[in-house]
């Protein structure tokens, strides 16, 4: 079957660095996308990794081991406005996305 | 760029009516759009991928006849709720994939809409 595992809940400090794992089962793969939702809205698009390797884009970098079915988010120098779900998304075979329920990220002052 | 627009965001209606949302790509185009309910704090559930000139793909357990999806332009894809009913109160998001970019797998989601049947 296909799964994403991903900690349901992480609390981090204003200022400070936080890294969100992902681990990952699909029916193929054809990349994975890291998405921010706030509580109430749509997600929107953060980062798409299809290769091997860390994909930086200012605060936030994401990394990718297709072998090991792992990725994560790197957050850093966070805000306030950071608190949020991260949703990670591997793509699979048929060019879907998986969807898990997401890391929720509480940053406190 | 990659803007999604959804109307309405936000309807209300009585237990048996229709109701249709509408999902626009602004600044470019998208033969693939894709319909979302999401509970409250629950993930994203596909109901279906809209396909411009073609009929939409519906998931296993997603009724096409009461979720109706239209897709007519490259621009614009339609989710009417027919015959609503409180359980289908949810949060409903559209996304979409920019055709024109090399990169084509982006999903560019709408703001949702929030339906609420009384």
């Known amino acids: 079957g296909q799964n994403i595992d991903q900690p349901t809940e992480m609390t981090a400090t204003e200022g400070a660095i936080v890294q969100i794992n992902c681990t990952y089962q699909t029916s193929g793969f054809n990349g994975l996308f890291w998405y921010q939702q706030h509580a109430g809205e749509a997600p929107t698009f953060l980062s798409y990794?299809?290769l091997d390797g860390l994909e930086e884009k200012g605060r936030f970098s994401s990394f990718l081991s297709r072998s090991k079915g792992y990725s994560y988010l790197l957050l850093k120098e966070l805000q306030m406005k950071d608190s949020a779900s991260y949703l990670c998304a591997p793509m699979d075979s048929n060019y879907q996305l998986i969807w898990g329920a997401g890391t929720k990220l509480i940053i406190k002052p | 760029g990659a803007v999604v627009s959804q109307h309405p965001s936000r309807v209300i209606c009585k237990s048996g009516t229709s109701v249709k949302i509408e999902c626009r790509s602004l600044?470019?185009?998208?033969?693939?759009m894709f319909w979302y309910r999401q509970f409250p704090k629950k993930s994203l559930m596909l109901m279906a991928t809209s396909n411009e000139g073609s009929k939409a793909t519906y998931e296993q357990g997603v009724e096409k006849d009461k979720f109706l999806i239209n897709h007519a332009s490259l621009t614009l894809s339609t989710l009417t709720v027919t015959s609503a009913h409180p359980e289908d109160s949810s949060f409903y998001i559209c996304?979409?994939?920019?055709?024109?970019?090399?990169?084509?797998?982006?999903?560019?989601f709408g703001p949702g809409t929030r339906l609420l049947v009384l």
């Open positions: 996304s979409a994939r920019d055709s024109g970019q090399v990169d084509q797998e982006t999903q560019y």
């Open positions: 600044d470019f185009q998208a033969t693939t």
């Open positions: 990794n299809v």
